[in-house]
């Protein structure tokens, strides 16, 4: 299968050494994204991946699109307009002190100022099986709105295959009515999906989806996932669980069908770098879904995939198949020549 994600790239500045911003004087860039993450991790795993998106068009904008082809994404569906990228200062957390996200410039990027018409989603929807869109794009401007919406819509109705991953920000819907304009906003894309990315809080905090309280708590989180499939008609719907017991962080992978539910063991998690970590499993799941694996198969090695990005430095999880698969049968390995 061929994939493509549809997304914001975005300039990450990192303070070096577990640096404040006032202690720095020095930032790494990277260039980085939900959709930039996802398809070069499956580019990673030797899966044809594009993205469409806007670029500037000046040198950040040539640096960032020379970035995306060493990460082996296409860049035939990748424009250049207007003069601004969006970027996020991350202050590395440690020990206690979590890390700490500063969002600038996002409305006025070029991304946000694009909006449908200036995409060719219809050489695009013949050239690709899959579509991700990063729910992200329905909270920057109408612009991101409007194109996220219009390429699910033709996506569907062309039989391509529609990703979506909540990915909600309430730092980017603060305004007055801002939230309920998102629930309208998600409403109208989930018919046009096959598989979404989520987690309860979404379907409760965000759709107002009630759950069932005469079952047990136990099964209430499943009848109420299962329950927004059957209403949306999904193939699967994917999220992870993060524990911590005794200071050990665990995440365990989840997956619902319409009548299942498939739960990973938990992975131990040695956090060095926890944003982009989602993004690693949700392209340890595509691909178990391009390559038509098992469900047990997929959620394990999507668990396991975004457990070692934890371990790598920056959003972008350059994880293999192999090495991914080596960890799963050899665990206890600690060195490989």
Known sequence: MKVAAFGEVMLRLTPPEFLLLEQARSLRMEYTGTGVNIMSNLAHFEVDSYLVTTLPDNRIGDAARASLRQLGIKDSFIQQKHQHMGTYFAEMGYGMRPTQVTYQN????????????????????????????????????????????????????QGVKVCFDFNFRPSLNTEKNKVQLMKEQYETILPYCSIVFGSIRDLTDLLKLPVNEQLEKGQQERELIQRFIKHYDLELFAGTKRQQINMVKEMTGLLYTKTQVIESTPKQLNVLDRIGTGDAYAAGLLLGYCENWTLDETVEFATVNAAIAHTIQGDVPLTTKEQIRQIMENPTIDLIR
Do not use: P, W
Not at 138 to 148: G, I, K, Q, V
């Open 106 to 157: 996002r409305h006025s990027s070029s991304f946000g100022q694009t909006d449908d018409k200036d995409y060719d989603f219809t050489e695009l929807l013949k050239t690709v099986d899959l579509v991700h869109i990063c729910g992200i794009s329905l909270s920057l401007t109408d612009e991101t709105r409007r194109a996220a919406q219009a390429l699910a819509k033709q996506a569907f109705e």
